[in-house]
């Protein structure tokens, strides 16, 4: 099969394909259909749901959970030993109810291509099922039809085909049956019809030139298949993490297992007993639930902030974003036409607001309203507005168009020169019409003005129309030669600025006559353009600024043309060295060296898909965790090949929003930013549950090391041991999942994802708290035991320290990257509240209530003991400040 049928003359084609005008016969169709198979797409392989439960069980720190409910049980302590079960099997569900939805990208492209579709065969149209096409079918399409195929053009009345899910064009591209040059890009071959696009206009017949896979959108569903599914950063860091924990304790236990054997004179069994404890006090069992709040937390957070995450671990990820790609219509623009500047030959007029809302006025390019320049333009905006087949409607709070969105921005420059749409319309009755047609590039009507003259007023490509004309219209409204030079001129300086133009002409009609293509000029009067332009979201400038502040990268990937990406760049602050990169450049730079070549570069424009997945690519294989935007068919491989896929709510395609793991409600460049405000928010929480989680366990953990190293009685009993984890985790472990950002959050740099999960000061907190932990909790130990020499009571004193300690501890972890005596930082939020209450209670249970004293060897504590012990607490809180202040001041660690 050929792949440049676009360029090829029809009859070429009807010979290449071994077809006519009377389309195949149903012989050869059927005979072609077992050759060539059936136009469709094979459907998404989905993973068993059984397999996915199982694989969220595939984690180095769920073997290690698994491995610590193993321990308990081998202690007899088997309420504990089913709570951690029942926390893994929990994260378990919660991962795979959120998983549920996993890759269906390829399904959802499926679903796009019609169910039917009509045809010529044996001569006489018929309709056939769309699997059923075949190469050398003859096609009809018309307005509101799916195109089934790829289909080289035959015949194009006035066709206009919404192309957007493959090319990210805006505007309907017009259709003719007259051949493509060779190289045209994808969204200039305007012979050739798309599967999956949809027909906004017009009606036209073709032939089939691709089915299947063999289509543009087909290709592009192999691409899709083609790309891995990643993991996120987060995963991999907790994997790593997991492993190498999971390594040092089975280490460290052996060791300790070994000597206390070997060199300690203990009995093996009562060893390996000591030990199992020691595993089961350092173990985070909750850790992994504790993430999976995190993460479901921050799901919500961003919901409220217009991002749904399809993908729980993408809520993490998005935080560690180091590059913004991001679509140009819709997301860093408007998506709503509007008409900017209008240009006679008595000056130019720019005309104020945005989208389709009749607001702001027209005034000259000094700013200042000039009814003179207004009544010399009110000519040809009267002509845009007869000459024109939309109509705005006002509905739920917004101005809505019906109709092309070029002529709607035409009414809405009207309405904001004065003219009311409907009593113009009524004055000028539109007496006969010749709908735009991609062969003639314009549009006519002939309308009676309120004097009985009829007129002839013309809209459409510029060049085109000045062939019509042998005068202007000048300042006063006079007729006078047509001076083309400034004309062509003006085109270029808009069109420079990345503004579409359109041109306006008038002249008498005469309503006897039919209105044809030949009848129409030459010797119309040329009135002036228009450039429109989609603007940009205000937000949108403000949130690129915030990006740069937070040192992150954002390129604008575009299939629009290189001067409207330029120029919309320049207005969001996007690229100040103004360069922009092609498709047709970055199809010449080989892959080796095509990291290197879009580093640099801010804009790309003119994108097929393929360009797309090889800039994601080359960012990533620098080490860039990539966020990718898109709403097309066209973006769904890259939206899957990148870190963060996000896709467009309102514009997207089902194909974009199922290959993405975020879906923007509002479309809005602003939302991704504030996703990455939560999701920095999100890894900021997360690491200071392990800050939380490391040193406290690890407290426990070095003084069952130091009783069995040094052959004293353990501090506390292992039944104990197991009362902190499971008391503190459920209270205190989860609040930190719920902090609010800290101030300066997105004033950082993005992290680096090759970094691990601990940075060397974690590292120096886990051992700095650990050896403060023992240090208070051996203290207090042996001074209880030389004051009454109570073991029961001593032991108790040693739990309710170390739960003291983690008290005070997890207000000084609230706050990394700065102090925590502070109003805020004392008083808590609601849930450090909420969960300081709770571990109040259960320590008062565990100390007091006799059931709980027989249960875990406990005995009543003394108001000057209680006292004494929440003293160590402050000062555990000063010294951790002093240290925190110490590391800032001196950056070290990374603190500063």
Known sequence: MADDWHAQPV????????????????????????????????????????????????????????????????????????????????NAIVGFLQEGKAERALAAIAAMISPSAQVLRDGRRRGVAVADLVPGDLVLIEAGDRVPADLRLTRASQLLIDEAILTGESVAAAKAEQPAAPAAALGERQSMAFSGTLVAAGQGSGIVTATGLRTEIGRISSLIGAVPTLTTPLLRQIDRFGRRLTVMIGLAALALFLYAVLLGGHPWAEALIAV?????????????????????????????????????????????????????????????????????????????????????????????????????ALPLIRAGLLCNDAVLRYVSGHWRVEGDPMEGALVTLAAKA???????????????????????????????????????????????LLDLCLEEAGPDGAPRPIDRAFWQAEIERRAAEGERVLGFCAGPADAAKALTVDGIGPGLRFLGLVGFIDPPRPEAVAAIAECRSAGIAVKMITGDHAATAGAIARQLGLDSAGRVMTGAELDAIPDAALAEAVAPVAVFARTSPEHKLRIVRALQAQGAIVAMTGDGVNDAPSLKQADVGIAMGHKGTEAAKEAAQIVLLDDNFASIVAAVHEGRTV????????????????????????????????PMSAVQILWINLATTVTLGLVLAFEPPEPGVMARRPRDPAAGLLSAFMLWRVVFVSVLFLAGSLGVFFAALAWDGDLALARTLVVNLIVVFEVFYLFNIRYLHGGSITL????????????????????????????????????????????????????????????????RRYRLFGQG
């Open 683 to 714: 890894y900021d929480n997360i690491r200071k549950v392990i800050a939380w989680t490391l040193p406290t366990n690890g407290g426990e953990a070095l003084a069952v090391i130091a009783a069995i190293l040094l052959g004293f009685t353990m």
């Open 276 to 376: 199992v404890a020691l595993a089961v006090g350092v173990v985070p069992e909750g850790l992994p639930a504790v993430m999976t709040i995190t993460l479901a937390i921050g799901v919500q957070r961003m919901a409220a902030r217009h991002a749904v995450v399809r993908r729980l671990p993408a809520v993490e990820t998005i935080g560690a974003t180091s590059v913004i790609c991001t679509d140009k219509t819709g997301t860093l623009t408007r998506n709503e036409m509007t008409a900017r500047h209008v240009v006679t030959a008595g000056g130019g007029l720019a005309a104020g607001g945005a989208g389709y809302a009749p607001e702001g006025g027209v005034e000259d390019a000094a700013g200042v309203d000039d009814a003179q320049a207004l009544a010399a």
């Open 11 to 90: 009859t070429e084609v009807y010979g290449g394909l071994a077809t006519g005008p009377e389309g195949l016969s149903g012989q050869e169709a059927a005979e072609r259909l077992l050759t060539h198979g059936p136009n469709s797409l094979p459907p998404a392989r989905g993973v068993h749901p059984v397999l996915r439960f199982l694989n969220q069980f595939n984690s180095a720190l769920i073997y290690f959970l698994l491995a610590s409910a193993l321990a308990a049980t081998v202690l007899g302590h088997y309420v504990d030993a089913g709570v951690i079960v029942a926390v893994t099997i929990l």
């Open 824 to 887: 805020r930082g004392l008083f808590g939020t609601p849930a450090v509240l909420a969960g300081l209450g709770g571990v109040i209670l259960a320590q008062a249970g565990f100390t007091y209530l006799p059931v709980m004293q027989d249960l875990f060897g406990t005995r009543p504590v003394g108001l000057v003991d209680g006292l004494m012990v929440i003293g160590a607490g402050v000062a555990l809180m000063l010294v951790l400040e002093v240290e925190k202040y110490v590391l």
């Open 418 to 464: 004065g003219l009311e749409a409907d009593h113009i319309r009524r004055e000028w009755p539109r007496l006969a019409e010749l709908p735009f047609d991609a062969r003639h590039r314009f549009m006519a009507t002939v309308n009676r003005g309120p004097g009985g003259e009829h007129r002839l007023l013309v809209k459409g490509a510029p060049e085109q």
